[in-house]
């Protein structure tokens, strides 16, 4: 079984500063991995995802992650970030089970951006 | 790129009554959807996994005879909270897979979610 820690429920930050929002994994199997934002009251919209290859994957709105395997962590980044990321974002873990793929989530970060 | 609605957005019952949720592939053909779970500031918690003509697969702890789940077509599923009480109150957010659209098993495209009032 997978599970998944997001090590800061709320990160504050102000507007144009750098980000990061952590997630760690841990899994008997290899894992696909996720970063999901969610607006209030709207579901889920994948920011990015890594299957393989490149651990440095980028994604939509500006924003990074870099799978580390031996630290079994998959932190998420953007350089300045802006009044409106201000969103939950969570991290997820992706892997086959005996019935079969399953996703499970974080606790989920909240991310608040100041002016 | 693939789309999930979810039919009511919103939805405010009486205990007791029983509530249909909706989800909709709109431009695929889902052969498995998710039903998930969210309540107030916390995360997304897997309810079932529903395949197309079968029965759904409950994850533990889930009551089946409370949370109807129907996979009749392969664009629709169809989520029943049964005799709802207040504690059923929730965000509920379905989620599918486009296996034949060519996306991998590990992805998935989630509906904007039902809110759930149950008074």
């Known amino acids: 079984a997978q599970s998944v820690t997001q090590l800061d429920s709320q990160v504050p930050v102000f507007e144009e500063a750098p980000v990061e929002l952590r997630c760690n994994y841990s899994s008997s199997v290899s894992v696909y991995l996720f970063w999901y934002v969610q607006y209030p009251n709207q579901g889920l919209q994948l ?60 606790a989920g970060t909240r991310l608040f951006v100041k002016a | 790129g693939a789309v999930v609605s979810q039919h009511p957005s919103w939805v405010i019952c009486k205990s007791g009554t029983s509530v249909k949720i909706e989800c909709r592939s709109l431009d695929f053909q889902a052969t498995t959807m998710f039903w998930y779970r969210q309540f107030p500031k916390q995360s997304l918690m897997l309810m079932a996994t529903s395949n197309e003509g079968s029965k759904a697969t409950y994850e533990q702890g889930v009551e089946k005879d409370k ?11 169809t989520l029943t909270v049964t005799s709802a009480h207040p504690e059923d109150s929730s965000f509920y957010i ?26």
């Open chain 2, 67 to 77: 949370f109807l789940i129907n996979h009749a077509s392969l664009t629709l599923s």
């Open chain 1, 47 to 106: 920011l990015l995802k890594y299957l393989s290859g490149s651990t440095l994957v980028k994604g939509i709105n500006g924003f990074e992650a870099e799978f580390n395997k031996s630290q079994t962590s998959f932190h998420l980044r953007k350089p300045s970030v802006h009044i409106s990321d201000t969103a939950e974002y969570f991290c997820a873990v992706s892997a086959g089970n005996t019935g079969g793929f399953k996703t499970i989530f974080g």
């Open chain 2, 94 to 119: 379905c989620s599918a897979r486009d296996l034949a659209g060519g996306a991998g098993e590990e992805t998935q495209y989630f509906g904007p979610g039902t809110r759930l009032l149950v008074l």
